[in-house]
């Protein structure tokens, strides 16, 4: 078949490290699907990337057509299906946010107004830097050419890491733990919601509440626990999440590509507008979704308790207050 043109930003960074054999050696896009791998990074990151391009060259993988290393836009955003923007101005010691959400910004603009000038009108955009929700936001409206439900945010690393808390309560597998929800902000405020989540335990599927049979437990350590895990992984590591999240990003572009399985769903970052759950239009905000002919839908109807509504606001109006700041930026950058 013809290759696919992918392009993943930050390459030479430690995400894109774990990500880009994954991706090269046929876990995302399939065993038969030859690929072009585009690799953008900032101009003194290139030497490294070519350390990078030699290793992809030396893993010798029959899938792999072309590695192009660039640090140029107009190269790196050329005739792409998808786009993996993981680059980003990561945050410094004593930062303020609104500082990160400046130079975010500008970068942002500038690849969005980059995808609109070069990019397929079908590419699939994926935002993983940081702050992911507002960058893919930004990115989107440089960008009023592809269609805004093109572009999507990383919340399946919260997603996963979720399952994974729920599957180690309960002693089975991820496998076995289904329809979990991140809503809202790639940030301390999003809210893991197991309220619709199942569990297969001994060969009998039961909801997340009933098998665990510990409320305070699901509506306190298990919240804090997934929202705090990047900053837990941080403090041990001294570095940030690579590995899991380049599965992430992994399970994120697979799902997007041939759909979700059957009775599941899962969190994406997506354009608010026409949502059935009182999220304010026109923010990037997870949800739950299924996805089918590359086409993603929110999964309607799920009902909402009190707990859950105050947790969903609380993060909508964070984003509000972050949209804001960025829109600002965004006229004067």
Known sequence: GEPIRVLVTGAAGQIAYSLL??????????KEQPLILVLLD??????????????????ALPLLREVIPTDKEEIAFKDLDIAILVGSMPRREGMERKDLLKAN?????????????????????????????????????????IPKENFSCLTRLDHNRAKSQIALKLGVTANDVKNVIIWGNHSSTQYPDVNHAKVNV??????????????SWLKGDFILTVQQRGAAVIKARKLSSAMSAAK???????????????????????????????????????????????TW??????????????????????????????????SSA
């Open 21 to 30: 054999y994954s991706i090269a050696k046929g876990d995302v896009f399939g």
């Open 105 to 145: 910004v500008k970068i942002f603009k500038s690849q969005g107004a980059a995808l609109d000038k070069y990019a397929k009108k079908t590419v699939k955009v994926v935002v993983v830097g940081n702050p992911a929700n507002t960058n893919c936001l930004i990115a989107s409206k440089s960008a009023p050419s």
């Open 248 to 294: 992430a990003i992994c399970d994120h572009v697979r799902d997007i590509w041939f759909g979700t399985p059957a009775g599941e769903f899962v969190s994406m970052g997506v354009i608010s507008d026409g949502n059935s759950y009182g999220v304010p239009e026109d923010l990037l905000y997870s949800f739950p979704v299924v996805i089918k002919d590359k």
């Open 202 to 215: 001994k060969g009998k599927e039961v909801g997340v509440y009933e098998a665990i049979k510990d409320d």
């Open 42 to 59: 900032i101009t003194p990151m290139m030497t490294v990337l070519e350390g990078v391009v030699m290793e992809l060259q030396d893993c």
């Open 297 to 330: 839908k929110f999964v309607e109807g799920l009902p909402i308790n009190d707990f859950s509504r105050e947790k969903m606001d609380l993060t909508a109006k964070e984003l509000s207050e972050e949209k804001e700041t960025a829109v600002e930026f965004l």
